[in-house]
Nanobody
């Protein structure tokens, strides 16, 4: 069984930065990819960033150039560095882990951009 625990969310002013972390626990699975999605109030969950097992990264157009996803395999952790944050980035951020058979989700961490 896979468990994902996010951390690093909070309140930040426009133009600020945050780094989210997602630690995975469990064994006996082969990872295809890891990533982050987010869900703003009243909106559907949307993809944000993805990193493959070969460290290939992809980003949504709305965060490209501002966010960076990375991973530390030794710590089984994936990170999301978020810079130049604006009000439209306010959402609950979820990390996910994809195996050959299913996708696992974390519980989410709130990110609020406000002055």
């Amino acid at each position: 069984q896979v468990q994902l625990v996010e951390s690093g969310g909070g309140l930040v002013q426009p133009g600020g930065s945050l780094r989210l972390s997602c630690a995975a626990s469990g064994s006996g699975f082969s990872i295809n990819a890891k990533g982050w999605s987010r869900q703003a109030p009243g909106k559907q969950r949307e993809p944000v960033a993805r990193i493959s097992v070969r460290n290939m990264t992809t980003y949504s157009d709305s965060v490209k150039g501002r966010f960076a996803i990375s991973r530390d395999n030794a710590k089984s952790t994936v990170y999301l560095q978020m810079n130049s944050l604006n009000a439209e980035d306010t959402a609950v951020y979820y990390c996910w882990l994809q195996t050959a058979f299913q996708t696992y989700w974390g519980q989410g961490t709130q990110v609020t951009i406000s002055s």
